[in-house]
């Protein structure tokens, strides 16, 4: 294929150590030899492959210096794109990097498309599209375990997983193709149906599992909704701020005055939650304050956790029961908060209230307690579960969605099968599956979803 030569700033935009403009493409080399000038003179057109050089980006038209830079110089095809790259490492201020792009640009290379470069990797035959939507995720990663997640994409665990599903099911359509051109032979169907049973069936298992680990690979992606829930004053700021260990949440002595839903990202021992600090479920007769609670009865639909706050210092109140009602069927922790000051809750009707679910007890103003919640949040997390990375997670909605039909329509050949359709019949279904499945991995992508996919990346990937 033949590509012109793209350039882009490919680290983050401000105030950096050091950035860089990236090239790619049949020029490359080229117009970084243009503008750049080594105090040894030497051309970068007949430098060896893989190496890096010092030197100075002189403006040919001016003939002026413009920046001091490292250039890396990589020729296709082991790149990240295939293709002849050079990168220019300069100094991170945006004027500085800004200047080193105005420079290749003005010298014969293209201001990238976002997601030009992967898109290249891609129609280069380097990845395949699940690969470079992992790149995408990597990019998003918020906590370790997501970036694990993304890694293991991006080196095809998924693909590979994907291919033997179809690889299974090709050899089921072959089967099926021999069926249809010896019709005479009857132990042919016979044997026919038996195979494109257990493949289909294995194919089915399969792609059920990977489905199973979609929400927990959304989890790790977004993180786990967590809201803190209870009545005002029990302590829900406080609980924020010391899982967040920073204030952005307001505390104060006045009931009620965390008028509006408080959001923060936090990483629990690899568990990343997003927490939302409430103003409380309760009836209220102020407006501003309503505003809250209605906003609290939203996070509490999307929730994945919930940290009920209570106040070891009070007797349970009947709102603190209906509060228990109204996250009887989520996952929930209780936190009992102030145990620095005489007890006057009941622990065993919390227990009794709080079932089979954990009950910690802290005292947030003397930050005791706060190891035993966050041990609670990740023994219920990773409870019976693999660790990520140890398996095949899928996380990205598009190839949630097209396993979602791809199960669907293996579900129709299995029943036709067994129903005794004929077989013909049923290779329909079966190429379909074949062809969703390729959809993930961008074997059977049409042109404008393989634009609009690569449209989303950040430039300069
Ligand atoms: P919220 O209304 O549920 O968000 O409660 P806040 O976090 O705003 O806390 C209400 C008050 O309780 C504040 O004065 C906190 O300093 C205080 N508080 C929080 N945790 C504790 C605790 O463990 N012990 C004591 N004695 N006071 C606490
Ligand atoms: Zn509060």
């Known amino acids: 294929m033949e590509f012109d030569t793209i350039a882009a700033i ?16 049949d020029e490359a080399v080229e117009i970084a030899d243009k503008i750049f000038k080594s105090p040894t003179n ?40 295939r293709e002849d790259v050079v990168e220019i490492n300069c100094h991170g201020g945006l004027v500085s990097v800004n200047r080193v792009l105005q420079l290749v640009l003005a010298n014969g290379a293209r201001l990238a498309e976002p997601g030009e470069f992967t898109k290249r990797a891609f129609l280069n035959g380097r990845i395949d599209l699940s690969q470079a939507e992992a790149v995408m995720d990597l990019i998003r990663a918020k906590t370790d375990r997501a970036m694990n997640v993304a890694l293991g994409q991006m080196d095809g665990k998924l693909s590979r997983l994907i291919h033997s599903l179809r690889q299974a099911l090709l050899e089921t359509l072959a089967q099926v193709e021999v069926n249809i051109d010896y019709p005479e032979y009857d132990d042919v169907e016979e044997m026919t149906v038996p195979v494109l049973l257990e493949k289909c069936t ?45 204030n952005k949440a307001i505390v104060t002595d006045i009931a009620g005055t965390t008028r509006d839903i408080i959001e923060e990202y936090v990483n629990v021992r690899g568990v990343p939650l997003r927490l939302v600090d409430t103003a409380g479920i309760r009836e209220t007769e102020d407006i501003v304050e309503r505003i ?27 709102e603190d029961e209906r509060l228990f009602e109204t996250i009887q069927h989520m996952d929930f922790i209780v936190v009992v908060n102030k145990t620095d000051i005489p ?12 079932r089979n679910h954990r009950v910690v007890t802290t005292s947030l103003l003397k930050e005791e307690g ?13 409870e019976g579960q693999i660790e990520a990375g140890d398996m095949t997670y899928v996380s990205n909605a598009r190839h949630i969605a097209l396993l979602h039909q791809a199960e669907a329509t293996i579900e129709d050949a299995l029943e036709a099968a067994e129903a005794g359709v004929p077989v013909d019949m049923v290779q329909i279904d079966v190429t379909r599956t074949w062809e969703l499945l390729g959809e993930i991995v961008g074997d059977t992508v049409q042109e404008s979803l393989i634009n609009q996919l690569f449209s989303q990346f950040c430039l300069g990937k």
């Open 10 to 25: 490919s680290t983050p935009m401000g105030e950096g150590a050091i950035a860089i403009v990236r090239l790619s493409g």
């Open 42 to 81: 030497k051309r970068l057109t007949e430098v060896a492959t893989h190496t890096i050089h010092y030197g100075h980006l002189i403006d040919p038209k001016k003939n002026e210096v413009v920046e001091e830079v490292m250039l890396s110089l990589m020729r296709g095809p082991k790149t990240f794109t």
């Open 202 to 246: 294995w194919v089915r298992d399969e792609i059920k599992k990977l489905l199973q680990t979609s929400s927990q690979g959304k989890i790790l992606r977004e993180g786990l909704s967590t809201v803190i829930l209870g009545r005002p004053n029990v302590g829900k700021s406080s609980l924020l701020n010391s899982l967040v260990h920073e």
């Open 292 to 318: 809250g609670v209605e906003r609290s009865r939203e996070a509490l639909k999307g929730a994945d956790l919930i940290l009920l706050v209570l106040n070891y210092g009070e007797e349970l109140t009947p």
């Open 343 to 354: 007890q006057k809750i009941d622990l065993t009707r919390v227990q009794e209230l709080a």
């Open 370 to 382: 706060v190891m035993e919640l966050e041990e609670a949040i990740a023994a219920l997390f990773f």
